[in-house]
């Protein structure tokens, strides 16, 4: 039986890419957006807490909800959701200011 001299070939699932195409400056830069948005979520977390204090004290009093806080605590989770999933990789597209917001 002859050697065997062939390079064994590896073989990628589609859609994956191997970061032989200058992808780590990517990834780098990437790195840089998710701490941004870390920084943000955080941020977004605390006027969260506020709004549903105020909302609270709101209907405490009012006896209604405040439509304008039920909208931007409405827009404000989807935004944390699109963070989310930026922040996890199920998403490549960055949340606002990139995408519209609410």
Known sequence: MPP???????????GHD??????D???????????????LFALAETILWVVALVQFLWMLFAKEKNELLVDFGRDLGKWMQDVARFQSGASETKPFPWKRWG
């Open 4 to 14: 065997f001299n062939e390079d064994p070939v590896e073989l990628n699932e589609p």
């Open 18 to 23: 191997t970061g032989e195409s200058g992808e």
């Open 25 to 39: 400056g990517n990834i780098w830069l990437r790195g840089l957006w998710m701490l941004l948005f870390a920084a």
